[in-house]
């Protein structure tokens, strides 16, 4: 299929699905991304690419090349959260699809999670498919929607689809949250907000794991930069009625028969450990668990 035929709706009517493409001195990363876009199955698309604060030469060619092609908006640099919000606030379909610069997707990606979410029952708002790592690591990491286990790990995923309905509902990302985990910060209020999510149960996300400093994924940085224990905390702080001792019990009983992978003890242990030790040793501990991981949960906790 041939760059031509994505639809970008400038003078007829609005499509149905808006991808949301932040980007930060991705440039070399464009070419790739637009040729997952050119290759799906689902053609009912907008692209809506947020330059955010660019100053390398490459990028700013890309994008140029990319206006017939794309709708290109540029703002100051202000972080991935304030990046996404301003594409959401720019898109015109009803349903979102937040896309990473550097990331790509599998061919029938749109063509299952957006049908699945237009069928699904009420109060599903969100799609999510699983992970495929590539680059400086390999593997597959499902994702899932468990509100238990949402409290300990982003089981969701950064390149969401859902309605722009539950992106109002639940404020948007965050923009102060700029070191990192501001996709769990975002799921978390999701779900807080009363949206579920449908799981794809099928590796169409292809999640780039880079090593370089210019462009390295947040939790990567999180990662290198020993931030778990700064971070949680930021996210216990945020959503402190669902980290109540009665409200993570009630959550674990509502989930239970579910998809979930944090057991009960597991969970209640690792709360209590963040609590209790230092961030120096906490952030040790999850440095170590995270090297025990293939592939690693990038945002557990």
């Known amino acids: 299929m041939t760059p031509a035929t994505v639809r970008l709706t400038k003078s007829s ?26 290759a799906q199955t ?9 330059d955010d604060g660019s100053n390398d030469d490459l990028t700013a060619q890309k994008l140029d090349e990319l206006q017939d092609r794309a709708r290109i908006v540029h703002q100051p640099n202000r972080g991935a959260s304030a990046a996404r919000n301003t594409g959401a606030r720019e898109a015109r379909g009803k349903i979102l699809f937040m896309l990473d610069c550097d990331d790509t997707i599998e061919p029938s990606f749109l063509g299952e ?28 990491v499902p994702r899932y929607f468990n509100r238990f286990d949402l409290l300990f790990t982003n089981t969701l995923c950064p390149g969401l689809v859902m309605y722009k309905s539950c ?23 999701l779900a807080e907000a009363g949206f579920h999510a449908i799981e794809i149960a099928k590796p169409l996300y292809i999640y780039q794991v880079v090593g370089d ?89």
């Open 13 to 38: 009517g609005a499509p149905t699905v808006s991808v949301v493409v932040p980007c930060y001195n991705g440039g070399r990363y464009l070419d790739r991304m637009m040729a997952a876009l050119d």
């Open 167 to 189: 992106w109002l509902a639940a404020g948007g990302y965050d923009e102060t949250m700029r070191d990192g985990y501001e996709d769990w910060d975002f799921s978390l209020r």
């Open 113 to 140: 999670t957006v049908p699945a979410l237009l069928t699904a029952p009420a109060g599903v708002g969100m799609a999510v498919a699983h992970l495929m790592l590539v680059g400086t690591e390999n593997g597959i």
């Open 42 to 50: 689902f053609r009912d698309f907008e692209i809506v690419i947020v």
């Open 213 to 301: 400093d210019q462009l390295s994924s947040l939790s990567s940085s999180v990662h290198a930069r020993k931030l778990y224990a700064k971070l949680w905390r930021q996210i216990r702080s945020r959503h402190r009625q669902s980290y109540r001792l009665p409200a993570m019990i009630r959550l674990w009983w509502q989930s239970r028969n579910s998809h979930g992978t944090v057991p009960l003890w597991k969970g209640f242990v690792g709360y209590l450990l963040a609590l209790t030790l230092p961030d120096a040793s906490f952030n040790q501990l999850m440095a170590k668990l995270q090297r025990r991981r293939m592939p690693p949960q990038a945002h557990a906790a």
